[in-house]
């Protein structure tokens, strides 16, 4: 069993920086793929960014590229998202989430075992 916390959100203005951190309970943290996703008003929840185990691999989608890094610290069991120049689209619930089996697939969010509560983004223009 796996315990993920979202920490690091708020308002921020267009251009400026957030980094979000997920800290995870559970010994064998390294294991899992750890992944962000957020979910705007009246849309389907996508993905933003992956990082494999050992951070062997590191996704992120189109909307996010250049802008967003992610990182893991397995020895402190964290996962933290860095965002940079945001945009008012941004504007999401962020969740952090791990997946002990991802496949090839990593925005799927079916292919994900446990998430966290979600942590509020939020851009203004």
């Known amino acids: 069993q796996v315990q993920l916390v979202e920490s690091g959100g ?18 064998t943290f390294s294991i899992y793929a750890m992944g962000w996703f957020r979910q705007a008003p009246g849309k389907e929840r996508e993905g933003v960014s992956c990082a494999s185990s050992s951070e062997l691999s590191k996704y992120y989608a189109d909307s996010v590229k250049g802008r967003f890094t992610i990182s893991r610290d397995d020895d ?9 120049n945001l945009k008012p689209e941004d504007t999401a619930v962020y969740y952090c989430a791990a997946s002990w ?3 090839s697939t990593w925005d799927n969010a079916a292919k994900y075992n446990y998430w966290g509560h979600g942590i509020q983004v939020t851009v203004s223009s």
């Open 10 to 27: 708020g308002l921020v203005q267009a251009g400026g920086s957030l980094s979000l951190s997920c800290a995870a309970s559970g010994r």
């Open 76 to 84: 402190e069991s964290m996962v933290y998202l860095q965002m940079n």
């Open 101 to 103: 089996a991802l496949g």
